[in-house]
Antibody, heavy 122, light 107 residues
Framework: QVQLQESGPGLVKPSQTLSLTCTVS??????????WSWIRQHPGKGLEWIGYIYYSGSTYYNPSLKSRVTISVDTSKNQFSLKLSSVTAADTAVYYCARDANVDTAMVFDYWGQGTLVTVSS | DIQMTQSPSSLSASVGDRVTITCRAS??????LNWYQQKPGKAPKLLIY???SLQSGVPSRFSGSGSGTDFTLTISSLQPEDFATYYC?????????FGQGTKLEIK
């Protein structure tokens, strides 16, 4: 059973960089076949896809966040990470990591982390 | 960007009711449409993929239909555990997008 777990600071100051890590267990990122995504949810709001990474390091970001986002992978630790720079209060959200799988030609988020709330405040 | 619009935004229903939630895409997405269920404080859970395929382990009272721009999620007989928020999501474009959600509440 694949499990994902987010970790990182729950409080970040405005203008600083938000950094989160997702640790994957029950499966190897380096085995390929899946993309690894970050998704966020503003309080009481809907879901916003941030971007994904493949085990090779190739990435794709939501254009609305692209200038501030970096997603990286560490296959030796079976982890992938999110950095979001120059944060403001508008970046306060629950951040989820998720596995993006191809199921019968459909791309789906089939496994999710529990989510971690990041608050941007001084 | 492909915009996903769900209706209604909220819905009140009773246990045993049949309910339908609609999702409309701003352009054709073929059948690249998934549905998720989210309960308070929890991560979303995949229910339906490719518009009409039931994810393993999901009860058969959930069903999906549609193609092109118009899609529906139907719950044939609501159970107490089904009261949650439901999201559609398109995977036609690599810029994945979600609907705004439909909150299903107990009447």
């Amino acid at each position: 059973q694949v499990q994902l777990q987010e970790s990182g600071p729950g409080l970040v100051k405005p203008s600083q960089t938000l950094s989160l890590t997702c640790t994957v267990s029950g499966g190897s990122i380096s085995s390929g076949g899946y993309y690894w995504s970050w998704i966020r949810q503003h309080p009481g709001k809907g879901l916003e896809w941030i971007g994904y990474i493949y085990y090779s390091g190739s990435t794709y970001y939501n254009p609305s966040l692209k200038s501030r986002v970096t997603i990286s992978v560490d296959t030796s630790k079976n982890q992938f990470s999110l950095k979001l720079s120059s944060v403001t209060a508008a970046d306060t959200a629950v951040y989820y990591c998720a596995r993006d799988a191809n199921v019968d030609t459909a791309m789906v988020f089939d496994y999710w982390g529990q989510g971690t709330l990041v608050t941007v405040s001084s | 960007d492909i915009q996903m619009t769900q209706s209604p935004s909220s819905l009140s229903a009773s246990v045993g009711d049949r309910v339908t939630i609609t999702c409309r895409a701003s352009q054709s997405i073929s059948s690249y449409l998934n549905w998720y269920q989210q309960k308070p404080g929890k991560a979303p859970k995949l229910l339906i993929y490719a518009a009409s395929s039931l994810q393993s382990g999901v009860p058969s009272r959930f069903s999906g239909s549609g193609s092109g721009t118009d899609f529906t999620l139907t719950i044939s007989s609501l159970q107490p555990e089904d009261f949650a928020t439901y999201y559609c999501q398109q995977s036609y474009s690599t810029l994945y997008g979600f609907g705004q959600g439909t909150k299903l509440e107990i009447k």
